[in-house]
């Protein structure tokens, strides 16, 4: 028997109040086997961003069962009750769209930028999930903290968009500029038209609101849960919003975790090498599982 109805919607409550968005990919087989893969986009993104990385997975793997979802505000889900968000609510949101998707066997985590931000905040919001549910955890295009210069006008940029309507939508942009911060060279203008749809239909408050969740980025204390789970950390050469120096640190803080650095792509490193992040999550789906850790 072959699923060919495509993914599910179905929609999820999360602790801040926000209702999220979710898309649950059946295994195309009909019948899923192993962990369960969960997928967590970055800001000013939204579960499109996964779909060639979840396309490949599955051709690959037909047993294989997958869940993404948009982050609060972003795509179709709603924002949170509070303006004043915080990374941690990220991990919160998680571990509830865990539990209403996935409540039984094992899971295996995959985070790109702010998503990986979120991976880390479920370690330190519930590190006794980690430990008992979680075999691997991909973690890419992201840091656990971020020492970067702010671009020139940026917190004046972030602060107007904060102050516009509740529908407005932010983050304006053009296909040369998508390209030339967010993609290695030579893009495919596919990508780029996608990763532009995706960052101007963001709300211009959930732009501003994320924004400065980030600039208080710091997980480095909090990533011990990580050190008994298969983790990789994958890194576009030349991403320009967490270099790979960051992602190096990062891997560095993990005891037992690979390092991969993806040549000739950038920051949206899901979109121009989906194959390449494939392999490496399929590391994770073969790792040993959570219930034969010591």
Request: aromatic share 4%; glycine share 8%; charged share 20%.
């Amino acid at each position: 028997m072959t699923s060919s109805s495509g993914p599910r919607r179905l929609t999820v409550d999360s602790p801040d109040g926000a209702r999220i968005a979710v898309l649950d990919h059946p295994a195309t087989s009909g019948q899923a086997q192993g962990p369960t893969l969960v997928l967590a986009h970055g800001w000013c993104s939204t579960t499109e961003v996964w779909d060639p990385v979840v396309t490949e997975l599955q051709r690959r793997r037909p047993d294989l069962r997958v869940i993404t979802y948009d982050q609060p505000g972003h795509g179709r889900s709603t924002p949170g009750r509070d303006r004043q968000v915080s990374l941690l609510d990220l991990g919160a949101t998680l571990r509830e769209v865990i539990a209403e998707t996935a409540p039984e066997g094992d899971v295996v985590l995959g985070g790109h930028s702010m998503g990986g931000m979120t991976l880390m905040a479920l370690a330190q919001v519930d590190p006794g999930l980690v430990h008992r549910r979680v075999r691997g955890v991909a973690l890419i295009g992201t840091a656990a903290h971020l020492t970067r210069r702010a671009i020139r006008g940026e917190a004046l940029a972030m602060k107007l968009l904060g102050a516009l309507p509740a529908n407005a939508r932010g983050l304006p942009s053009t296909a040369r500029l998508t390209a030339a911060n967010l993609f290695g060279p030579d893009p495919d203008p596919e990508a780029v038209r996608t990763t532009m749809r995706m960052t101007t239909r963001t709300r211009a408050n959930v732009v501003s609101d994320w924004h400065r969740a980030i600039a208080g980025l710091d997980f480095r204390e909090h990533l011990a849960p990580f050190a008994e789970v298969r983790t990789v950390v994958v890194t576009g050469r030349v991403d320009r919003l967490t270099p790979v120096s960051a992602g190096r640190r990062l891997a560095a803080l993990v005891p037992g975790a690979d390092f991969w650095m993806v040549p000739h792509t950038g920051h949206m490193v899901l979109l121009e090498a989906p194959a390449v992040i494939a392999d490496k999550i399929e590391l994770l789906l073969d790792a040993e599982p959570a219930s034969q850790r010591a």
